[in-house]
């Protein structure tokens, strides 16, 4: 297997002058990327850059988001990719957990004066960057630049979301990410070179392990600075896109505001779903009205890459929430509360043991410690159930679990669930508090165009199917659910507007919500 660092050098060896990257305003080769990642290497090694040493990177999908990637992996320092979306105060608290000894960082995006907002935080050599499509250092064919390492060898701090709490940076071995683009490479593109779009942000494991097996075989990345409907079909229109990573809520978002039929979608042949639960319905669609294979694929900050996915032969009808079988060196297990092993088809955490899972939270012992048990298993914090021949289907978070009346609800399925009514096609469900009960369900329901579906038929619905404590209490039609910077539902957001709604219940005008419509 190749080693990181030495990924653009086989490619440039291999594809030369055929195009690698399109930019906002040109568009690089393979030899051209190896040659401007080689004088960032040159420039970190110039200014004192070590091997070992993090060197953070902050810039939006680009050109030369992945060109300061490649020179940082290539000069042997540990790559610290943040969120240009991030809020001062949480770029603070990732810069202090990092500790970096340079920095790679875009000027100015989207209205933002990096240079002078983060001044006090940043370390004293930093390369800055003026342009999205083009660094400003040295171009280099000098590939004594490159410092090799071992595989094990720490490569990589992968920052979480934050949605559910402070940043956390988790350390991974050099080779996690190559040998995950090895994987998808063959798993999902067939060894074969092809045209994909950046619908995930760069800086987040998902964006930055959809572009590499593309690079891998020899294809073209081309870039989206954020994710919205009309800028994906145009890119698949005009770039003939073939291949694309997306969070459910985004193909969601296709279907709804898209007018799919209207357009020429017929280059994209393969779409990768990951990030959230996936409904089967959701599946059906991208075959039925996108003629597009769907993939799912399982994998978290602390475990990355495709590890864990549905294939060619799997059949439609089965995929989502089912989502594959564990690739070799990989194993599962799913356990109660107690710490015991479930039988097929019961639900609880789901576990996972691989030598590439991360090596530690930066600087958080106790954490990681709570993470990964003495035996090696990381807890996920994922709920699911394996099936008798070792597949995994996900039913949500832990987290996300509530309590009703004594009763355990899984959001993941009840979700499920009602997207599979053919006039919804979303729905987000979490837990309220409730002085009777302890907790009651709260859905949030997106229908299709046009639809007059009203709550008392949802309800209807959802009796038919679920048990009488998984019926949502309060259900809400709304016309678009809030996403996260990186495309998930916003449950968060969700649940405090769900509590400012039901503190109305004390008022005497009050209208129970599980009867409302918009």
Known sequence: ???????????????????????????????????????????????????????????????????????????????????????????????????????????????????IELAAFLPEHVLWIKSVDRPEWAASDDRDAIVDRAPESPGLLAFTSGSTGRPKAARHRSDTLIRSAHSALECVLDGRPVVSATTFPLHNMGGINSALPVLLGGGQVVIMDGFDVPTLIDLIENYRVEFILAIPAMIELLFLKGDVHRHDLSALSRVLLSGAPVSNSLCQRIVNELGAQPYLAYGLTEVPGVWLMTTTETPVDEVGPFVGWPAAGFELLVIDDGGRRLAPDEIGEVCVRTDYRLLEYEGEPELT??????????????????????????????????????????????????????????????????????????????????????VKEIRDYATRLLSHFKIPDYVRIVDVLPLTPVGKIDKVALLTQAIREIGLASHPNHTDLSHRRR
Request: hydrophobic share 40%; aromatic share 6%.
């Open 1 to 115: 297997m190749i080693h990181f660092e030495r990924l653009l050098s086989h490619c440039a060896e291999r594809f030369g002058p055929r195009p690698a990257i399109v930019g906002k305003n040109r568009t690089t080769s393979y030899r051209e990327l190896e040659e401007i990642s080689l004088g960032g290497a040159v420039e970190l090694r110039d200014r004192g850059v070590s091997p070992g040493q993090p060197v953070v990177l902050l810039a939006p999908n680009s050109i030369s988001f992945l060109v300061g990637y490649f020179a940082i992996v290539m000069s042997g320092a540990v790559v610290a990719p943040l969120s240009p979306d991030a809020t001062r105060a949480e770029l603070q608290a990732m810069l202090q957990a990092t500790a970096p000894v340079a920095a790679i960082v875009v000027k100015t995006h989207h209205g933002r004066d990096y240079q």
């Open 369 to 454: 410690a709570a993470t990964v048990d003495p035996d090696g298993w990381l807890h996920t914090g994922d709920l699911g159930s394996l099936r008798a021949d070792g597949g995994l289907v996900i039913r949500g978070r832990k987290k996300d679990m509530y309590i009703r009346g004594g009763f355990n609800v899984y959001p993941g399925e009840v979700e499920e669930t009602l997207v599979g009514h053919h006039q919804i096609s979303q729905a987000a469900v979490h837990g309220v508090p409730d002085a009777v009960l302890g907790e009651k369900g709260f859905a949030w329901i997106v229908t299709e165009p046009g639809s007059d579906l009203a």
